[in-house]
């Protein structure tokens, strides 16, 4: 029985073909100037201190609607506002109520790196986020083969791109390393049965070699969850629905960087 992942890959593949046949890849090409790094991703994940990875999402596979009637530009100015480093912007349609245009419109709205999180699974997914303004794509090592998953960050590196690396699972983490990942994002969710287990991103940390920027992903809902990861060693965090369901976005995204204002 195909699993969420094979079913969203699927899915995923016959998306882009459908695209291809509207905007050829050698159209997307011309689109893109020459690479540039005004917003490096990478460099935002490593400033003193936990960085914040702030995710606009209006759903999820495992909790359905989050917040399905959310403003981009609303949602990511606020995280911006309130001290996020980076935004990631959902753009997969089905599962997540994404769209490419999401990614557009957060690029005219903040001056902050972008992430741009979907199934990439194609050079053509690759350029056609560096047209709509991301500073960096999400690379799955699980529906990725190895060979495919290096293939995939050296063309996100030709233009300009960085890869957040997402593994799940000790065996993902050692190909992650061999494929030369420079930011690897540690999911606690499982992406089998979406089950969280929060003890993942601590459990496959020490296997990150030295200089690896590590962010964790999923599950993390409070200022101590916060403070566990960084005293542990993890560089940066991505938070999604926690963030999206909030009634105050911009104070709950001070409150996990403990910067929230006093009651008093």
Known sequence: MPTFLDQVIERTRADV??????????ALRERISAPGRSRPFSEALIAEGISLIAEMKRASPSKGPIRPDATVTQIVQAY?????????????????GGSLDDLVEARAAVDLPLLRKDFIVTRYQILEARVAGADAILL?????SPERLVELQEVAAGVGLDCLVEVHDEEEMEIAVEA??????????????LEVDPETALRLLPDAPAGTIVV?????TSRADVDRLEVAGVDAILVGEMLMRSDDTGESVRALLGSARSSD
């Open 216 to 220: 964790a992903e999923s599950g993390i």
């Open 180 to 193: 030369g990942a420079e930011i690897i994002g540690v999911n606690n969710r499982n992406l089998h049965t």
């Open 17 to 26: 073909d459908a695209r291809a046949k509207v905007v050829a890849v050698e």
């Open 140 to 144: 799955i090592v699980a529906a990725l």
């Open 80 to 96: 911006e506002q309130a001290g996020a480093s980076a935004c990631s912007i959902l753009t997969e349609p089905a599962w997540f």
